[in-house]
């Protein structure tokens, strides 16, 4: 065993590993990730680092840059490694609030963490006072193996399980020790955690094999509702509903208080697993779709997440592009809710038409940063994929547009989401943008309920039993209405 030393941001971890390995899957292992947006190659130059001990000799692309690269450096033995400042992904955990505790779960310290496809988010709490103490947020290094659910499904049957599993709960560590240097407090006094997220990311989590997930008639043989010791913390994972409808909509749904009312409404967490909730007449219709990592700044040129100087709204003024960055910092990249916004300005001003066809051969938004032909057709692909199985699951349930009351808009990605510039792309139907309400990211609020208040995890088994899920799959209706959905809509 050989250990890498880790320094970042004045702190310093350490993680131990069986050499030779790629530097970065031991970077990504232990919960730090760096994006490779050459997929690798060593062209980009943008996973730079500092690296000294017993490491391969740089290669010819490291020699061309200049510099180590963690895409390409191999680590031989011990080695220490000095990554560049982290930025702070700022808006994933949608600001966490206090939840008055009723029956917590036990200790003085706990912490709700929502494991996304895409993004984590984790919030610390105080059990005793139910005070939100701090949350931090970062990328899933898990989209260092693959962007989407069936990706990392098919790796962890080609062998990658554990890698996958040690990627997670690595990152659940590093989160938590953020956000406990954040409030003061030590990792090791966090004694209780609700850990929700999609079922897949909750079978990798807990290193159980998806194979019942990889194909028809795509039948979960687990759907959780357990407590179980991970880490040295007592950890429960809430119950999901159907293979590809996981826990993080059962706590989203106890969030909304979606069962709790009489209204026809709709929960729409458009991340990238999509997930869809309909109520009506005690009956929860429950979907998902394939909407990809774009809406999360993911597979985007100039992507990134919701970090300082990340785009995050864009606007029309006297018949220019105007832009806002996170932290009013110099332009990095766009995340989600700004490339929502700038692709609805460029239909607007007629940048873009309703095929999704541009004018130019690229949408200038700010310095170095602009929407390639390429991430149109990614926001075409997502926004076709939600709102077509928002039409199905509608027509499945016998509910129009008109009957739904609320439209609930769940997700870290839908705290910052102009519902005017999501209506005006198509992403929902544009009669439900005045009867939208924006949840944040509910999943969370709903598992630091769970932490504070252990009797509320009945309440998501009877939330679960209400479920009926409808599989889009196949289904003929699904299919012709996401045809339909690839267009925008036209002014």
Same mark, same amino acid.
């Given at each position: 065993?050989?250990?890498? @030393? ?75 490694? @000095? ?166 909509? @059962? ?13 026809? /409404? ?99 938004? /700010? ?54 510039? $999501? ?24 598992? $630091? ?43």
């Amino acid at each position: 065993m050989a250990e890498l @030393t880790i320094l970042r941001s004045g702190e310093r971890f350490a993680h131990t590993f069986n050499p030779p390995r790629p530097l970065s899957d031991v970077l990504a292992e232990s919960g730090f990730v760096i994006p490779h947006p050459c997929g690798g190659r060593g062209v980009c130059g943008k996973c730079a680092v500092q690296l000294k001990g017993a490491v391969s000799p740089p290669t010819a692309e490291e020699r061309k840059a200049g510099t180590r690269l963690s895409c390409q450096a191999m680590l031989l033995g011990d080695a220490e490694v @000095t990554l560049p400042e982290a930025r702070a992904m700022e808006q994933i955990a949608g600001g966490a609030r206090a939840v008055k505790p009723v029956a917590p779960m036990p200790g003085d310290l706990g912490a709700a963490v929502d494991i996304g496809t895409t993004t984590l988010a984790l919030a610390l709490y105080d059990l005793r006072t139910g005070a939100a103490l701090g949350e931090a947020g970062m990328l899933n290094p898990q989209t260092a193996v693959a962007a989407d659910v069936m990706g990392r499904i098919g790796a962890a049957l080609g062998g990658r399980l554990e890698e996958m599993r040690g990627q997670v709960t690595g990152a659940v560590r590093a989160l938590l020790q953020e956000a406990c240097a954040r409030a003061g407090a030590a990792p090791e006094d966090v004694a209780s955690l609700v850990v929700t997220g999609n079922t897949t990311m909750l079978y990798l989590l807990t290193g159980r094999s998806p194979e019942a997930l990889s194909h028809a008639p795509f039948s979960a043989d687990c759907l959780f509702d357990e407590t179980l010791p991970l880490g040295g913390k007592t950890v429960y994972l809430p119950r999901c509903m159907h293979a590809f409808v996981g826990a993080d909509i @059962t706590c989203a749904v106890l969030a909304a208080g979606q069962c709790e009312s009489g209204e026809v /409404s709709l929960l729409c967490d458009a991340g990238t697993n999509g997930e869809l909730a309909l109520w009506k007449d005690g009956v929860l219709h429950v979907t998902s779709t394939a909407a990809g990592p774009a809406f999360e700044g993911a597979g985007i040129s100039c992507g990134c997440g919701s970090v300082r100087g990340a785009i995050d709204r864009v606007w029309v003024e006297d018949g220019a592009i105007r832009v806002h960055t996170i932290g009013d910092a110099p332009a990095v990249g766009i995340c989600g809710s700004g490339l929502i916004d700038a692709v609805s300005a460029a239909l607007k001003l007629g940048l873009v038409d309703e095929t999704g066809a541009m004018d130019d051969d690229d949408l200038p938004l /700010s310095n170095g940063v602009a929407l390639l032909p390429k991430d149109i057709r990614a926001v075409q692909l997502a926004k076709a994929a939600i709102a077509a199985g928002i039409e199905t699951l509608l027509e499945s349930a016998g509910v129009s547009e008109d009957d739904v009351r609320t439209l609930y808009i769940a997700g870290g990605f839908g705290s910052h989401l102009d519902v005017g510039s $999501a209506a005006a792309i198509g992403l929902f139907p544009a009669s439900l943008a005045g009867r939208a309400k924006v949840l944040g990211n509910a999943a969370l609020a709903g598992a $630091a309920r769970l932490l504070l208040d252990m009797p509320e995890q009945e309440r998501t088994r009877g939330i679960a039993a209400l479920a009926r899920h409808v599989d889009l799959g196949g289904n003929p209706k699904f299919n012709e209405h996401y045809m339909d959905q690839m267009f925008f809509p036209e002014e």
